[in-house]
């Protein structure tokens, strides 16, 4: 799929959420759609996709709406429900997303290994130097 239909598609998806106030103009995600299925789209962190690189500067909605943009739409809300920051989700263990979130076990464990696991690992070496 070339980016340009790839960005209508996800424009289409990203101005759909009631948190979005104004028209769609946020920069696209970018997604690898071949790992969609295991919950490990790749979502690439830059300021293309409306977040800032560093997931320590997200606030409570670019949490929500990264868990959004990588598929896990159900499981999203739960980031917002319990205040979860860039700074919060760098601190979370495996048990907090799987028990302090009150998700299901599956969304859970992917959650955890595909995305908040990998985000910690590049925010610590980003940040060792």
Sequence with gaps: MEQSALSSVYSVTVCGFAEVKEPCSLPMLSVDM???ENGSAGVKNSMENGRPPDPADWAVMDVVNYFRMAGFEEQASAFQEQ????????????????TG??????????IYEYHVKPLQTKHLKHNSS
């Design 34 to 36: 071949e790992n969609k």
């Design 83 to 98: 205040e979860i920051d860039g700074k919060s989700l760098l601190l979370m263990t495996r048990n907090d997303v799987l």
């Design 101 to 110: 979130l009150q998700l299901k076990l599956g969304p859970a464990l992917k």
